[in-house]
């Protein structure tokens, strides 16, 4: 295959995950317009909110493996045409059933497309120091549509309606079709043997009773009985599916890819960067909004410097391997992001934005060599012929681990934030268990006072979110610290070119690590 055509593929495979990336963002800004348009019930505008990510997360292990069998440029047309599709009816929904049934196709789409251009890149890309580069531009492109969904979203609903964001959508959709269809190469397993279709509903309900666990503990504590039930149901169906596929011939996943530390290593390393990295976004979405009072858009802007450091981060990614190899590169981008926390234990009420700047490149930068390291490392560990499947993996310990970062941080924000909330004298006990539950309800609640009162209500909720800010960076910060010290243990050895082949061998453990 000429290079021309290789990049081509490289740039159609950034387009899809910038759709992708930029669509996980934008909801999130469009939610007040869409409550007061719609009229949702509190359940209604959760499933709203989560159904993309619940299909999305549950289907990515079987449709890496479609893929695999089918052909992975016909799955990711397919799924555009399908996320063309449900975008419309999501901008133009009339009714909150209707947009969460157009949320779910669309993480169904998502669920085609993710791991399509992953294994795209994989199979067009046989030199592995190109290998190495293009995976590293598709994490700069995935980080810079993060960045970029918040600013897209904000500009939009400054001038049009909460479904405008997902109109977006469709010049970018038409522009992968048209050119998907001439430049992208098909590639396909040669012996893919059947899907098993046991294997199938264990990986959903298995993943989706896990994600499920995560996001209802994040909102409504562990406490909640839905949650253990979930939980469990969840772990149970993944040990099920997990027996299965040691006893298939041609499994959804090939669980012995575990037994290779730097195959579980850069998924470990993954789920934790994104346990991190997704819940401490959400936070401070609220700090710049809540506490700064700045608008989405400019909440946007203000955090887009992170998302561009970590586009610098994932390109530079390739060569600083070269020089001082995988797993030092993984570890230094470990510590940058627990730099960018240390530092973010540092603000306050007031806002300071050049220092919150230095501290946004500072982790946006370690992200960028995380992620495209990592995800490179599991692709070329994995069979070729497998790349969706190993795609599939990988996208899923995003997801998994963005809804643990949630689930988890989100519970030390919300302990630490009513634990330190100190509340003056006078407040009606109608709105004490408003204004302890959120920053949000506070303000809310808040408006209904009288001034001083009010202000006084403000001021200490705004304190004491800051105050639980700072505990949670720290707590995440620390986590990081020892996950690098892991992972630089963990990929030690492990080539800083990995051959092209079915079976990369796995670096000898030293006798006394034995």
């Known amino acids: 295959m000429n290079d021309t055509r290789k990049w081509g593929t490289l740039v159609i495979a950034c387009l899809a995950m910038l759709l992708l990336s930029i669509d996980l963002t934008v909801l999130h800004l469009a939610v007040p317009k869409l409550v007061a348009s719609l009229n949702p019930s509190a359940t209604q505008l959760l499933w709203i909110v989560d159904i993309y990510g619940f299909a999305l997360a549950g289907l990515l292990v079987t449709m890496g493996n479609v893929g695999d069998r089918i052909g992975r440029k016909r799955l990711l047309l397919i799924g555009t045409v399908a996320f063309g599709a449900a975008s419309a009816v999501t901008a133009y929904a009339p009714s909150p059933g209707l947009l969460i049934a157009a949320r779910a196709l669309l993480g169904v789409a998502g669920a085609t497309i993710m791991p399509s251009t992953l294994s795209l890149i994989r199979n067009v890309f046989t ?182 450091a970590g586009g610098v981060g994932g390109a530079l990614a390739g060569p600083l391997v070269q020089k001082i190899g995988r797993g030092p590169v993984v570890a230094l981008g470990l510590l940058l992001v627990a730099v960018g926390f240390a530092l973010f234990s540092r603000i306050g009420v007031e806002v300071s934005y050049p220092y919150l700047l230095v501290a946004m490149i500072i982790q946006g930068v370690g992200i960028g060599f995380t992620f495209a390291v990592t995800n490179d490392t599991v692709l070329a560990t994995a069979p070729k012929e497998r790349a969706g499947a190993a795609g599939a993996i990988s996208e899923t310990a995003h997801e998994i681990g963005g809804a643990l970062g949630i689930a988890v941080l989100g519970s030390v924000l919300n302990t630490a934030y009513r634990n330190g909330l100190e509340l003056p004298a006078g407040v009606p006990a109608a709105a004490d268990g408003q204004i302890r539950d959120t920053l949000g309800g506070a303000i809310e609640a808040a408006a209904a006072l009288p001034r001083d009162l009010a202000a006084a209500v403000t001021g200490a909720a705004r304190q004491a979110f800051v105050d639980g800010i700072q505990v949670t960076v720290l707590t995440a910060a620390g986590i990081l610290v020892c996950l690098a010290v892991a992972t630089l243990f963990a990929l030690r050895g492990v080539p800083k070119v990995i051959p092209e082949h079915e079976e990369p061998a796995e670096p000898a453990e030293p006798a006394a690590v034995r």
Not at 204 to 224: R, T
């Open 127 to 308: 030199d592995p120091r190109q290998r190495t580069t293009a995976v590293g531009i598709w994490s700069s492109v995935s980080a810079i549509g993060f960045a970029l969904g918040p600013i897209i979203g904000g500009a939009l609903l400054d001038a049009f309606w909460w479904g405008s964001v997902f109109l977006i959508n469709l010049p970018v959709v038409a522009i992968i079709l048209v050119a998907g269809m001439f430049v992208l190469p098909e590639s396909r397993n040669p012996r893919p043997g059947r899907i098993d279709p046991v294997s199938v509903p264990l990986s959903v309900i298995g993943v989706l009773g896990l994600v499920y666990a995560l996001k209802e503990a994040a909102y409504h504590g562990v406490a909640e009985g839905s949650v253990a039930v979930s939980a469990v149901v969840g772990l149970a169906a993944l040990v099920v599916f997990v027996r299965r596929q040691t006893k298939l011939a041609e499994p959804l996943i090939d669980v012995r890819l575990f037994r290779r530390r730097s195959f579980s290593a850069a998924v470990g390393a993954e789920l934790v960067a994104m346990f991190a990295m997704l819940a401490m976004s959400l936070v401070f979405a609220q700090y710049f909004q809540l506490v700064a009072g700045w608008t989405p858009l400019v909440a946007g802007l203000a955090g887009m410097p992170g998302g561009l």
